[in-house]
């Protein structure tokens, strides 16, 4: 399958994808970015250990945060556990993706021209990790 790239991004993005996400691709699907992550590894403690990240992208970015993460197929955790605050999903391109309501707090804004796609994935596995010393 051949990316898609209906978008350009910041050369420093490119880079730490390139590295670290083979396959990525950006989508527009509608007036929303998407940037989709193939194959992101997902924690042990859940149903599945990859999973399609997908990250929106607002106009402005990377001056504009980024919020939030969605996964494809939907995560759950293998003990039963209920997860809170993803019972949102959204359709992008045709597919499925699971909310995961989380945000940025006063104590850690988003800081433009610091904070760009790499400082945001490592808050997504900050939450994940996080949900199980809750």
């Known amino acids: 399958m051949s990316e898609r790239r209906d978008f350009l991004l910041p050369p420093n993005d490119v880079a730490y994808l390139d590295a670290s996400h083979p396959g990525w691709q950006t989508i527009r699907d509608g007036a929303a970015s998407w940037l989709i992550l193939p194959s992101y590894t997902v924690p042990l403690g859940y149903n599945v250990t990859t999973a399609t ?3 929106r992208l607002e106009p402005g970015y990377p001056d504009t ?40 707090t006063g104590e850690n804004p988003w800081r433009a021209g610091i904070d760009d796609i790499e400082s945001h994935m490592l808050l997504v596995k900050h939450w994940l990790e996080r949900e199980f010393s809750k």
């Open 53 to 55: 990240a997908a990250l």
């Open 65 to 104: 945060q980024i919020d939030m993460v969605f996964f494809c197929p939907f995560l759950s955790r293998v003990d039963g556990a209920a997860i809170g605050a993803t019972g949102g999903q959204v359709i992008v391109s045709g597919t499925a993706y699971q909310q995961w309501s989380r945000h940025r």
